[in-house]
Structure formats: structure tokens, C-alpha cells
């Protein structure tokens, strides 16, 4: 689970920091080049820049969480179960004795 947080973590980290150092970049002349477009094309570039690098950084932690292997996580034994019984109960007309389902109703 300790891999998983930190994976979200710094990908969260990344879309915060790299659209805000382009759009520093940008507007503070750092980036080559950015000193000779209009203040309109210079606000365009870098927004769309900015854009496209929080979804670069979505696609990697997609891609990095397609990657984790599926035999890691097991799903608890007695929630398995109960969900079984719970969908058992729902498809064969058996009135539940759950509360909430009741309330429900």
C-alpha cells in the first residue's frame, strides 16, 4: 500500500509544480525563445503548454499503475463473502434482513 501513496504523491506532486513552472517560465522569460511572442501567443503557449503536461503526468501514473501486478492485491475473504451473499440474496427474491436495505425500500 506504502507504493501506491507514493505513487500518487508525487505524480499529484508533479501536476502542481511542472504547469506552474511553465507558466513561471513563460511569463518570466526563461524559456528560449518566449521573448519574441506577442504577450497574446505567449499566454496561449504557455496555457496550453501547462495543460498538456498535467495530462502527460495522468498518462504516466496510468501507465505505472497498469504496470503493478494484480496477484499483489488480495481482497478480504469475509467482504468477498458477504458481498456473495448480499448479491445472492438480491437476485433470489429472499426479502434481506439488512437495516439499510430496508430503509431503502
Not at 41 to 66: D, Q, W
Not at 77 to 94: H, I, N, P, Y
Request: glycine content about 6%; charged content about 15%; some cysteine.
Amino acid at each position: 500500500m506504502g507504493g501506491v501513496m507514493q505513487k500518487f504523491l508525487v505524480a499529484s506532486m508533479f501536476m502542481w509544480i511542472l504547469p506552474v513552472a511553465i507558466l513561471y517560465g513563460f511569463n518570466n522569460d526563461l524559456l528560449p525563445g518566449s521573448t519574441t511572442l506577442s504577450a497574446h501567443s505567449l499566454t496561449l503557449l504557455s496555457g496550453f503548454l501547462a495543460v498538456v503536461s498535467v495530462n502527460v503526468v495522468i498518462v504516466f501514473y496510468i501507465c505505472l499503475a497498469l504496470k503493478e501486478p494484480t496477484d499483489k492485491h488480495k481482497p478480504d475473504a469475509s467482504f468477498v463473502a458477504e458481498a456473495k451473499d448480499s448479491v445472492k440474496k438480491l437476485t433470489s427474491g429472499v426479502p434481506s434482513t439488512d437495516p439499510a436495505l430496508k430503509k431503502q425500500e
